[in-house]
């Protein structure tokens, strides 16, 4: 399996709901990542766990919670977002943890677009 | 802080020929890790090549070679016989070694015409 799977693929949630977004892999990858696209921009980093504990992140309001129960599962815990949060959230993983003196590549997954009305 | 410049936002090729993507990069770092992905309309990040600073060879992947000049902080991807399903996003990636973090360039759309 060397696939990280994301759900739902798509997402519309008013500002007052709560929702979550998941992501799992089992390629024991003991690294997961949030990122958060923009239409037409690069991936911008929210969130990273290495040995499921969180080790980055990166100033990312508290509105969005990420919640890693396992090392194959990822979660992201949404409440009273706002329209601007809308975007394009991906799920990544890589084999290293943060102290790895080496780069892996990351394995993305296909992402859930998200729109806050 | 590293940044990674992507300069053309857009670039077309014919079925079959060459094109080359072009990205700079700055960093004081010795150790690091340079990566093309691609992003199709399926919208998943595909890793196409990757690059480590200390090797001069420069990396291949089938069709996809990349010309790495430490020198000049440059590091731009070949693709040969290009093909419709080339047709992407490619985003230029810079990671510093030891770190989790990626900095990406801005994109490129790469067309591929029939």
């Known amino acids: 399996d060397t696939e990280v799977t994301q759900t739902p693929k798509h997402l519309v949630m008013g500002m007052t709901n709560k929702k979550s977004l998941k992501c799992e892999q089992h390629m024991g990858h003991r690294a997961m990542y949030w990122y958060k696209q923009k239409a037409k921009k690069p991936p911008e980093l929210m969130f990273v766990y290495s040995y499921e504990k969180l080790s980055i992140n990166e100033s990312v309001p508290s509105r969005f919670s990420p919640e890693c129960p396992n090392s194959s599962l990822l979660n992201l815990h949404l409440h009273a977002l706002q329209p601007e949060d809308s975007a394009l959230y991906l799920c990544?993983?890589?084999?290293?943890?943060?102290?790895?003196?080496?780069?892996?590549?990351?394995?993305f997954g296909n992402g859930t677009r998200l729109t806050v009305t | 802080a590293q940044t990674v410049t992507q300069s053309q936002p857009e670039m077309s090729v014919q079925e079959a020929e060459t094109v080359t993507l072009s990205c700079t990069y700055d960093t004081s770092e010795s150790d690091y890790y340079l990566f093309w992905y691609k992003q199709p309309p399926s919208r998943q990040m595909i890793l196409v090549i990757r690059q480590e600073a200390y090797k001069q060879q420069n990396a291949t992947e089938n069709r996809f070679s990349v010309n790495f000049q430490k020198a000049a902080k440059s590091f731009s991807l070949k693709i040969s016989d290009s093909q419709l399903g080339d047709a992407a996003m490619y985003f230029c990636a810079f990671g510093q070694g030891g770190s989790e973090k990626l900095v990406f360039g801005k994109g490129m759309k790469l067309t591929v015409n029939p």
């Open positions: 990544a993983s890589s084999p290293k943890g943060v102290r790895s003196s080496y780069n892996s590549p990351l394995h």
